[in-house]
């Protein structure tokens, strides 16, 4: 309940707060991904340009942080130990809400682009994205529960820490490129571009990129969720016919 | 050429999925077991969700053990009689097989009950089987002469005698439906057709001839995985019918040629195979669980998704 508040806070001083998002121009080379059957992974280009006023007052460097989020669902992480010989999962811990992708890229190394301040305020990197939801302070342990969530995913090339491959060109021009895996999850993906300065958030902007199945994919996995006996029947009648069809063809070549 | 799982949502190489299903559907045919115990964990390790490879898993034994049986059918190697018999134990036990798996997920620890499943029936069936075709074939070597009848024992006191005249069998039907329960509550359990299961205990339970056994098995894992595929299909909408397309279409051509090399075979020989191949997936399995895995934690899905 205290984290709700909390957010909602963050929400309403964000609304308040001094930045707008008209000071970035943004541009996508796509704001729609369709999942066909052949979708083996997608590349997302991400360019825009900043307003001249914000770019020139002031002293100091602009640095940009573009960030992908999926949707976020709760996981299960648990830990193998060793019980009488065997490697078992002794423990879980349930993280309330995580983004099955996610990506960072800024301009510079992440520390110095953006201060852990602004970082815990905007939830920018992916372990603060997790940890702002998962607060049962009865767990003690629960940061080696989420470090892992982060590792494992990281090494699935679902976390992706993209420090420097953001270029940004005269202090106005940024332009970055994302890969997205082929093992991507439907829904509404968020983009969020941050403009930084001393590593606190000067502006910032946010759109929607909708990641969804089309074809005979689509066709597929609603038939799967809302007519399952279909279906069902429907697997079963290909996999009879299939063993029939190969039973009659190998019939007929040995004569 | 990389093809995306609807229902898997991964994106995985589909001459991969039709070799692995041309593989197992050779042993299919060959040893009339429906391949789900090497399939399932196969699909594991290339990246399919655990629910979804189990539950599609089950639709393509479907269309391997069809394929399989059509050909035994020509041959007339298919007691019909004790498959209907078996059957009717497999439906009751893959029921219960299910209660019991949702249950043990309740606890959350099915994985590794799944695991040590796997060990202990392939460790006690592959190390029989392969003790006793071994003597078998030393028998055989010895003296030519055919194997005496097992010994009239309990399986023969038992009422509700029928007459399995393909089997050459006067028995109580009671220890087909027993061993029909058991092997659907295992197939449920453990995600497979249960044919490693069944073959041995209708050759060494039953005492059917083998040359029976193989089609008799395919007969009964038919239905009881179709079963199986729609309890999935209904209740956790984890059958991806593209990934069952592209497994099967291997699975049925490998089948047709696993049959025609299963008639070249001698039974023992047949027998000392499938031994050895229960026993190697067994020594794998056992292996992964003693030796300290890299990763020591792993991902679920909370509540579903």
Redesign the interface.
């Known amino acids: 309940m205290q984290g709700f508040f909390a957010r909602v806070l963050l929400v309403l001083l964000a609304l308040a707060g001094p930045v707008s998002a008209q000071d970035i121009v943004l541009g996508m080379s796509k704001n729609e991904i369709g999942i066909t059957a052949f979708f083996n992974g997608s590349e997302i280009l991400i360019f825009g340009a900043l307003k001249h006023e914000t770019a020139a007052s002031s002293a100091g460097d602009l640095d940009v942080v573009v960030t992908i989020a999926s949707p976020r669902y709760p996981v299960t992480v648990r830990r193998k130990d060793k019980r009488l010989g065997i490697w078992v999962n002794v423990e879980a811990f349930d993280v309330d809400l995580a983004p099955s992708f996610y990506a960072v890229a800024t301009t510079g190394p992440f520390d110095r682009v953006v201060s852990e301040a602004s970082d815990l305020w905007h939830q920018i990197s992916v372990r603060q994205l997790i940890r702002a939801v998962t607060v049962p302070p009865s767990t003690n342990n629960k940061d080696q529960f989420t470090e892992a969530l982060v590792r494992v995913r990281e090494e699935q090339g679902l976390y992706q820490m993209l420090p420097g491959s953001v270029q940004l060109q005269e202090q106005t021009l940024f332009s970055t490129s994302v890969s997205l895996p082929s093992n991507l999850v439907e829904g509404a993906y968020s983009a969020r571009i941050f403009l930084m300065r001393d590593g606190e958030v000067v502006s910032q902007y946010q759109t929607a990129i909708d990641v969804h199945k089309v074809g005979i994919e689509r066709w597929l996995y609603n038939l799967a969720h809302e007519r399952p006996v279909v279906y069902g029947l429907l697997s079963l009648a290909i996999a009879i016919f299939s063993g029939w069809a190969a039973a009659a063809a190998f019939r007929l070549l040995r004569g | ?4 799982l ?2 898997a ?3 995985v190489n589909a001459f991969v999925l039709l070799g692995l299903g041309g593989l197992v559907g050779i042993l299919s045919g060959m040893f009339g077991v429906g391949g789900g115990f090497l399939m399932t964990p196969l699909l594991f390790f290339i ?1 399919i969700p655990p629910a979804v490879a189990v539950a599609t898993e089950a ?2 034994i ?7 049986v ?2 035994h059918v ?1 041959r007339k190697t298919v007691d019909f009689k004790m498959g209907g018999v078996l059957l009717i134990g497999g439906l009751v036990g893959a029921a219960l097989g299910v209660v019991v798996f949702n249950y043990l997920k309740s606890l ?2 099915v ?2 009950l799944v695991k040590l499943c796997y060990v202990l029936f392939l460790g006690v069936v592959g190390s029989l089987m392969f003790a006793e075709s071994l003597r078998a074939m030393s028998k055989s070597k010895q003296v030519a002469v055919v194997k005496p009848r097992k010994k009239r024992g309990l399986v023969h006191a038992l009422p509700f005698k029928m007459r399995f005249r393909v089997s050459g069998l006067y028995i109580s039907i009671i220890p087909p439906i027993v061993v029909g329960v058991v092997v659907g509550v295992l197939a449920a359990i453990m995600g497979v057709g249960g044919g490693f299961v069944m073959v041995p205990a209708m050759i060494y339970l039953l005492g059917m001839p083998t040359k029976v056994v193989v089609g008799t098995s395919l007969f009964q894992i038919i239905f009881v995985t ?1 079963f199986t ?2 309890l ?3 209740t956790n ?1 984890t ?1 991806d ?2 990934l ?2 592209l497994l ?2 291997g699975g ?2 490998g ?2 040629f696993g049959t025609m090399i299963g008639a070249k075979l001698k039974a023992e020989q047949l027998r000392i195979l499938l031994a050895l191949m229960v026993l190697l997936v067994c020594a794998k399995l056992a292996f992964d ?5 890299s ?9 579903g ?1």
């Open positions: 050429m990389y093809i995306y609807p229902i949502e991964v994106s990246g639709n393509q479907v269309a391997s053990s069809f394929s399989g059509l050909a020509k959350g620890q994985d590794l179709a595929t729609m999935h299909a209904t909408y059958v019918m593209v069952a397309v099967l279409i049925v051509i089948a047709q669980l003693v030796v300290e895995p990763e020591l934690f792993s991902l679920g899905v909370a509540g998704h």
